[in-house]
């Protein structure tokens, strides 16, 4: 019997909802190991809208939860019916969605504010012993609603990872431990139940970032 796995979007794109190459990769893993995937999302406006080609917000209005369905092939749900009790882990692909409309860490960073409805499922997943699973720059969601835990958003020492050492010092300033891991890697929190890995907070090719989220997922199920 398959794990039955819940994958939580926040839009669709990189740059304002979750990072298509990510959660594709995630998918495909979980469907390699037999995983029964349910998909959610919040049912609440965008932080606002990207033009992926030029790069710059538009004056355009999108749902997280009707732009998610794009990349579930329609298949999703809302977050808010997501019950634990039906789930043996939940992962959270990243992309900049995950910093603007899951919490507003891409404005505020460290102290950010949390979605509650993602707040709320996190912490039933925690409380149950449940694993967590998060990639890219995801992680700062534990780190936010979890302190001490222990996550990885890259390597702090490696030109590779640019964004990584400004990010893993406003980790450590909520009160968890960063943990330095490279892209083919990840890092799991056994007291937590907490994988992460760092995906494309990592300058690397797209197939050790597919590879590096295999790891992730394998240890998500390893846990689950």
């Not at 019916?81 to 939940?90: H, P, Q, R, W, Y």
């Not at 890092?187 to 970032?209: Q, R, S, Y």
Request: with cysteine; glycine share 8%; charged share 25%.
């Amino acid at each position: 019997m398959g794990k039955r796995v819940a994958v939580v979007l926040a839009g669709c794109g990189v740059f304002d909802g979750s990072e298509i190459h990510e959660a594709s990769a995630v998918l495909v893993h979980l469907s390699r190991q037999q995983a029964t995937v349910k998909i959610f999302a919040p049912n609440t406006d965008q932080m606002h809208v990207v033009d992926h080609l030029k790069g710059s917000p538009t004056e355009e209005k999108r749902n997280v939860l009707v732009e998610s369905a794009r990349l579930a092939r329609g298949d999703i749900q809302d977050l808010s019916e997501l019950n634990v009790k039906d789930l043996d882990a939940i992962i959270f692909p990243g992309g900049f969605g995950a910093a603007k409309n899951l919490c507003s860490w891409a404005v505020q960073g460290k102290d950010c504010a949390v979605n509650e409805q993602v707040k709320t499922v996190l912490e039933a997943f925690h409380a149950e012993k449940k694993p967590i699973g998060l990639c890219c720059i995801s992680p700062v969601l534990a780190a936010k609603v979890f302190p001490g835990c222990e996550v990885t958003v890259g390597h702090d020492k490696d030109d590779r990872y640019p964004d990584v050492p400004d990010t893993a010092e406003a980790i450590s300033q909520l009160g968890c431990k960063h943990i330095c891991k490279h892209v083919d890697e990840a890092h799991v929190d056994g007291k937590n139940k907490i994988v992460t890995t760092c995906a494309f907070m990592c300058k690397a090719p797209l197939h050790e970032i597919f590879d590096g989220i295999g790891v992730m997922v394998q240890e998500v199920l390893k846990l689950a």
